[in-house]
């Protein structure tokens, strides 16, 4: 990532400091958005278990005259759940949000935010930090967090919300607010858009969406046209073999050798199979197998994130993982019906493909209104959005996802001194942002490119 001027994100803060009041403190029925935030953080809620967060902001969007429906994506989801696991787990669901606001004839825009939290034990000491636990989506019972910030992505979509009411002669068009469940775990997008999304409402002439950035000072925004964000797939892989006593290994075919030549290999995948302009990533993240020190086992099984921006790229480095898992095994003596099983996980998410016309039109928008010291073009995170989908797939909606700093600007500029502690990253049981800063600079961002659109 470019790193930005110190200076320049001071500058950047102070302007907004400038704004009208409205733009600060955004306060409706005695709630301030810093006090919406606060409460969102301490009462986070796991992917597709966001039942009473969904009923904040239902209640608020309502409170505003837009007319709202729930429960977005609930059949789709449940459905899912039943045929993965043959049953309901309590309180888990499909609780999207579609927001619809008309005025006058003109384009129609969506801007979606996330709702979910991580299942991730807070260690930042804030006044306001998460003490709730929960069984997270791998079964476990542990802390939950916001450690993603979809709590400053709420906060922010209200604001915006509020500010476009309070200026709806500024703007002509239809506005379509969402906000989604179950980002983390890549489902909420496509059970919205199964649950249709663009057939039961608005389809949109343009889709919008931020996120916060823990590497960027708060009152900063950052973009990337063209591809922002990657394809992200999960892959296990099973590694057959013939099991005996670890005294005797020539009577086996033993599956942990194996497993780790193809370890080994898969990082010839990136470094010697793709042009070096490129970008992939290939890593093993988990690998199990054995239970005693003396005992070669049958199976050794692996997990695997794969990552990359263009759809070539992702069948290259998918076609690449079988070949690679299914040559060791052969070189090994290990074929026909022991061969690797490989699983590519339908969690898929798309990269995020941020349409340039519309980046240059936004990115011009937000210089003039925040000053282009403020703005600054980044480089492509290897992250997973699942945004991505409503530009994507059938719908080719022009789409622009793009990044506020979310860093207290004293913390940003201690972190660029040498021997720095490196900053905790998103998902970091420390990633604490800036709020006030943060959620000023999103409202600011993301109601300066709605009314452009919307003009």
Known sequence: MKTLATAFGALCVAALVGLPA????????????????????????LSLQEKN???????????????VTTGVGDAWIKARAMKEHGKLEDGVGGYGIVAVMKNGKGPTVMIRTDMDALPVVEKTGLPYASTLRD????????????????????????GVARELVKQKSKWKGTLVMIAQPGEEVGLGAKAMIE?????????????????????????????????????????????????????????????IVVAARIVTTLQTLVSRELDPQDSGVVTVGSIHGGFKHNVIPDEVKL????????????????????????????AAGIDG????????????????????????????ALAKAMGAECISQEE????????????????????????????????YDASLKPGATPLPSLHSSLFAPDPDPTIATGVTAMVTAAEDLLK
């Not at 476990?140 to 993603?148: F, I, K, L, Q």
């Not at 002439?205 to 922002?228: K, Q």
């Not at 070539?312 to 299914?326: D, V």
């Not at 022991?338 to 990115?363: C, F, G, K, Q």
């Open 22 to 45: 409205s733009a600060q403190d955004f306060s409706a029925s005695g709630k301030s958005l810093r006090q919406i935030y606060e409460y969102l953080h301490r009462n986070p809620e």
């Open 195 to 255: 649950d249709g999304l663009f057939t039961r409402f608005p389809r949109p002439d343009y889709n919008l969406a931020l996120h916060d950035n823990a590497g960027m000072p708060a009152g900063t925004v950052g973009y990337a046209p063209g591809y922002a964000m990657a394809n992200v797939d999960s892959v296990d892989l099973t590694v057959h073999g013939r099991g005996g006593h670890g005294a005797y290994p020539q009577a086996t075919k033993d599956p």
């Open 380 to 411: 492509p995170s290897m992250g997973g959005e699942d945004f991505a989908r409503y530009g994507r797939e059938e719908s080719k909606i022009p789409s622009f996802l793009f990044w506020i700093g979310a860093v207290k600007q004293s913390t």
């Open 303 to 330: 997990q695997l994130t794969v990552r990359s921006y263009s759809d070539a790229t992702r069948e290259k480095l998918l076609s690449g993982i079988e070949r690679i898992a299914k040559g060791e095994a052969m």
């Open 135 to 158: 069984i997270s989506w791998t079964g476990e019972d542990g802390g939950v967090m916001h450690a993603c910030g979809h709590d400053i992505h709420m906060s922010v979509w209200i």
């Open 53 to 67: 967060t969904s009923a904040i902001l239902t209640a608020e969007m309502k409170s505003l005259g837009f007319d």
């Open 337 to 364: 019906k022991l061969a690797p099983e490989m699983t590519v996980m339908d969690d898929h998410t798309p990269s995020v493909y941020n349409n340039p016309a519309l980046v240059t039109r936004i990115t011009k």
